[in-house]
């Protein structure tokens, strides 16, 4: 059993097999996923998980060189949108349109759907190196 970390299997796996821009999604319970992306479902009822919770464990286990989040965040849900930046620390993001979000997604090794029910709380994020 691990002492540390994700205890998820299915994340655990997914962020040991990421390389270098290899993308992985954290997603709200709306977000469309499209087929043939891993979906690693936690959703237990609306708002568990939390987004934010997610969040927080995924990036104590990832390396994380920039973010992508909908640019309708800043205006739909400015109090996640400011406490996920928070959470990133001084990690490059970058803004795109909802619709763009979504076509990004389907590059993405895997999209982790949480029970957040807010809007626009989803996230891409893209694996840094360790060296």
Request: aromatic content about 4%; charged content about 20%.
């Amino acid at each position: 059993m691990k002492k540390h970390g994700t205890l998820n299997s299915e994340i655990t796996a997914v962020l040991a097999r990421l390389g270098h821009t290899d993308t992985i999604v954290i997603a709200d319970c709306g977000l469309p996923i499209p087929d043939g992306v891993k979906r690693i479902d936690l959703a237990l009822k609306q708002g568990m998980p939390s987004f934010l919770e997610t969040l927080e464990v995924v990036l104590a286990d990832m390396q994380v060189e920039s973010a992508v989040l909908a640019s309708e965040i800043t205006v739909h849900n400015p109090v996640v949108k400011e406490q996920t930046l928070s959470l990133l620390n001084e990690t490059t993001v970058t803004y795109v349109a909802h619709e763009q979000f979504k076509a990004l997604t389907q590059q993405a090794k895997a999209i982790i759907r949480t029970g957040e029910a807010t809007p626009y709380a989803n996230i891409i994020l893209q694996a840094g190196v360790i060296f």
